[in-house]
Structures are given as C-alpha cells and as structure tokens.
C-alpha cells in the first residue's frame, strides 16, 4: 500500500511551530514510504479565513522545504461532494432530516446533565421520517450502542463508547456540511491512508470513525500528536518566545535547522541531534513518536540554529546573509567580502539577523559608526588616546598590513611599552568598531585595510 498523508491547516493565522511540526511529520511520512503529501486548506469558517493566511502559510511550507505533491485542496471549493456524502448517508438509512430548533436541542443537553450524564441530542427526530425542509439539519444515526476503536499510531488503542457520542449533525439547517463530515470527504477523496494532526483532534476521531463506517468506507490510520508546550509546561504562547515560521524567516533562521529541531519535538533516533533532510527521511518512519508532550525551547532552537550556519559553507552563508546585510543599509556588498565578514562573524551570532547586524560597523564610514556612548567614555580616555596614537604610527608604516603580522605588532606593542592587553584593547576595540565588540582585533583591521584602520584612530584620537 502506498502511503498518503496530508496536512491540513485552517488559514485563520500564520503557520505557527505546532502546524509546522504537524507537517514535517506528515511530509517526512510521505517521503520514507516514497508515498505522497498533500496540502488541504480548511477554509470553511469565512468569518476568521484570510486569504492572506492561506498565502503565507504556503509561503512558509515552501519556505521549509515542505512541497506537496499536488495544487493545495481549498475545502471551500469541494461543497458538491460533500453534499453527496450526505445524500449517500441519507439514502442508505445511516442518517435522518432533524426538525429540532437549537433552543430545544440546548434543553435536551441541560436536562442529560441534570441527569448527572453526559450532554447530548435525545434522538427526538431520529424514527420521524421527516424529509428536507427549510431548518432541518441532517444527523448521523449513530449506532446505540458498541465501541469506536483505533489504534492511535502515538497514543496507541483508543476506545470511546458510542454513548458518548450523540447523533452528530452533518449537515446543517443553511445547507452547509459540518467539518467531520467534510474532512472525511476529503481524505477519503485524497486517498489519505494516515492522518496526523495534533490531538486537540483527538475527539473527532471516533465521529469521523462513525461516519465513515456509515458510508462503508475504511478510515485511515490516525496519529494525534501531543501539543507543544513551553519550557514551563504551560499551553505555548508568544511569552514564551514562540513566534510565527514566518517570523523565524525575517529573524533569520535557516529552514533546516528548524525543521531538524521541531522533528526532534516528539520523535528521536538514539541521542541524535543534527540530521541532514536525507537522513531524517530514512529514519522517520511513524515510530517513535512520543505520546508526552515535548517542551519548546527557543534557547535550544537558535542554539541548533547556530551549529547549522556555522556548518555550512561560507559562500553559501554569504548568499543567505547578503539579504539581511541589505536590510541593514549595504547593497551590492561583493559575495567574497561577504563570506570573509561570515568566516570572521559566524562564531559570534545565532542568526542570519545577527550575523549581518554583527559585522556593520565595518562596512560604514567612521562618522556613520553607532557609537556607544559607555564605552567611548570609559575606553578612550586620555591614556586610551595615547595608546591609540602610538599605535597608528606603527600601523601607518608596518609591512604587510596584514592579519599575522598586526597580531604580533600588537602584542609586541604591549609588551615593548610595559602595558597590559587590557589597557589597549579595548580603547582599540571602540575605536574601530564603535563599542567593545565584534571578533579578533586584527582581523578586523586586516579587513577594513590600513587607511581606513588609521582615519578611526584619527577620528576618535580628535573627539
Ligand atoms: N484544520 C485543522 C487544524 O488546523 C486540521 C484538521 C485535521 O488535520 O484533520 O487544526
């Protein structure tokens, strides 16, 4: 059997790190099997559908490496067929035409619980052969009595007694099928044979399990993943530093290293961390998929993400940082400069963002430089100067001006004028780069070149 799965979100907000998850989960199912991913828009509720959800949520499955295999499913196109799913149910006796008002149906709830039992439809209308109607709804006759059992691929067997379950509608009185109904049509219609999703589903199961039986169909294979929580194991929100994928990509994030951190978010293979895409195909098989909900850590995420940039080639690094250099101001900065600013920088910075904020200062002009104020004042002082000037009489005739050598001038300079690193550095470090940051001093210098090393010096040496 050739496996097809799908993920299936609502456009009713960004793609969030839970739906992210979600769908790396079903795409790497897909792909291990050699099977096949789709993507289905569930774009019923006008009220809260945004087209611009539905474009950035694919936006940011392409973004992910995510790609179905076929043009995204929109539910709100796909009324004909549910509309004979229904008929179907209703010509073969599996459900019936209900004439009973909200305002009755909510009384029959409030008098079940009275009743200390669970709250549901009495049946009323199930044995009136009552026919269409203008404000009658369709329900599922459901079965009176029996089990609703699956085999959760994470939860494992999952048993719910059919009295829990009331005669569900599934159609409503305007006309418009009820979501149950409609997502069995849909994987039913797609041939999904797996449906993982997160386990605020897990309650639908044995009704979209009922509807299916109904129809004489055979259900999928289900897998309800636990929610992602936050460090504190409260429900994951934006105080916990869990953002939309949309804005890890303006932050600078490398898709991998975050489709290779939500896997490990409720799935591992041993006690490993990094895995290329490959190998996350070749192990991913739907096992191992852990029933307790994992914890997010936004720490470990930029942690993973930082290993990634610093593994990959630093051209490469230099093509996926020249964007955000952009945005700092710098177009056209030559892609060799770039990746000799990624070699020097990457050590220092977490993300693409911070990578190309960390190495400004050296593509601005000196009276361009975001000074800090703290640091001019407490580094070049008077003494700070004085070192500063003596250093650029060296620097101004040294041969070559070059990394190695000015390493070792500056060491000898420290040495030969019985000083401390401590006392030139940092007034050196500020001067060149505006504050007390950045990497190697003489890296830096070998990178901004003699001149403009001595119009800094210069330039803080007369403030
Ligand atoms: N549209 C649902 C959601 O976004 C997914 C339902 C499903 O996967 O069956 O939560």
């Not at 978010?265 to 041993?270: A, T, V, Y």
């Not at 470090?429 to 403009?452: K, P, S, V």
Request: glycine fraction near 6%.
């Amino acid at each position: 059997m050739s496996i097809v799965t799908r993920f299936a979100p609502s456009p009713t907000g960004h793609l969030h790190i839970g739906g992210a998850r979600t769908a790396i989960f079903c795409w790497l199912l897909a792909r291990h099997f050699n099977g096949r991913f789709y993507l289905r828009i569930e774009d019923t509720d006008t009220a809260r559908s945004r087209q611009e959800y539905t474009d950035s949520i694919l936006a940011s499955m392409r973004w992910l490496g995510l790609e179905p295999d076929a043009e995204p499913v929109y539910q709100s196109q796909r009324a004909d067929s549910y509309n004979s799913y229904v008929d179907r149910l209703l010509a073969t006796g599996h459900a019936y035409w209900c004439a009973c008002m909200p305002e009755e149906v909510d009384a029959m709830r409030e008098q079940a619980r009275q009743r200390g039992e669970k709250p549901r439809y009495n049946g009323k209308c199930r044995e009136r052969g009552l026919g269409r109607a203008a404000g009658h709804c369709v329900r599922l006759k459901t079965p009176l009595s029996g089990k609703v059992v699956f085999d959760d691929m994470i939860k494992g067997a999952i048993a719910v007694d059919v009295t829990e379950l009331d005669d569900m509608v599934v159609c409503r009185a305007d006309g418009m099928p009820t979501y149950n109904l409609a997502v069995v049509a849909d994987d039913h219609d797609m041939g999904i044979t797996h449906v993982i999703r997160g386990d605020d589903h897990v309650t639908n199961t044995p009704r979209q399990i009922l509807i299916y039986e109904a129809l004489g169909l055979k259900a999928p294979r289900f897998g309800h993943v636990p929610m992602i929580l936050g460090p504190d194991r409260q429900k994951l929100s934006k105080r916990h530093g869990a953002r939309a994928v949309i804005e890890y990509e303006q932050d600078g994030l490398l898709p991998q290293a975050l489709v290779n951190y939500l896997s490990r978010l409720g799935w591992s293979h041993g006690d490993q961390e990094f895995f290329s895409r490959e190998e996350l195909v070749r192990y991913f098989d739907g096992s191992k998929l852990n029933p307790a909900a994992a914890a997010f850590d936004p720490v470990k995420l930029e942690w993973c993400n930082a290993q990634t940039m610093r593994a990959l080639p630093v051209e490469e690094l230099a093509a996926l940082v020249a964007p955000f250099v952009e945005q700092c101001g710098f177009k056209g900065i030559p892609g060799d400069r770039l990746a000799r600013l990624c070699l020097m920088f990457r050590e220092r910075a977490n993300t693409l963002k911070a990578l190309a904020r960390s190495f400004t200062p050296l593509l601005v002009s000196v009276d361009a430089l975001a000074w800090s104020e703290k640091d001019v004042a407490k580094h070049l002082t008077d003494a700070g100067k004085c070192h500063l000037r003596a250093l650029s009489k060296i620097f101004a005739v040294c041969e070559p001006f070059a990394a190695k050598e000015l390493d070792a001038i500056l060491n000898a300079f420290v040495f030969d004028s019985n000083l401390s690193f401590k006392e030139v550095a940092p007034p050196l470090r500020t001067a060149l780069m505006g504050f007390m940051g950045g990497t190697h001093l003489h890296e830096i210098m070998d990178f901004l070149g003699r001149e403009e090393v001595l119009v800094r010096l210069d330039y803080v040496c007369r403030r």
